[in-house]
């Protein structure tokens, strides 16, 4: 089962940047896209970005044009650069990643999530 580590949330101010990693491990078979989501309390979980293997990117649209989502094959990483941000950007940022066991059944995964809080 692959496993995932968020890090790089904080504390910034509007207008500010942070640059979110997660890196892949464990039981690694095959890994398609990997993606960002993000909650905030009493809220669903919302869709932030999304890259596949090949680079085919998607963004939400209250995001697209403020952050950029790349991704690290050999490292099995993907980034999430998050640039003007803004006071409703704050939530918990959490690391996706849809492939398959060596079995070919589904794999998908899920991080532990990390903390961004955008002060006004």
């Known amino acids: 089962q692959v496993q995932l580590v968020e890090s790089g949330g904080g504390l910034v101010q509007a207008g500010g940047s942070l640059r979110l990693s997660c890196v892949a491990s464990?039981?690694?078979?095959?890994?398609?896209?990997m993606g960002w989501y993000r909650q905030t309390p009493g809220k669903q979980r919302e869709f932030v970005a999304t890259?596949?293997?090949?680079?085919?990117?998607n963004y939400s649209d209250s995001v697209k044009g403020r952050f950029a989502i790349s991704r690290d094959n050999a490292k099995n990483t993907v980034y999430l650069q998050m640039n003007s941000l803004k006071p409703e950007d704050t939530a918990v940022y959490y690391c996706?990643?849809?492939?398959?066991?060596?079995?070919?059944?589904?794999?998908?995964?899920w991080g532990q999530g990390t903390q961004v809080t955008v002060s006004s």
């Open positions: 464990g039981s690694i078979f095959i890994i398609n896209d």
């Open positions: 996706n990643s849809v492939g398959l066991k060596s079995d070919y059944t589904p794999d998908r995964a």
């Open positions: 890259i596949s293997t090949g680079g085919g990117i």
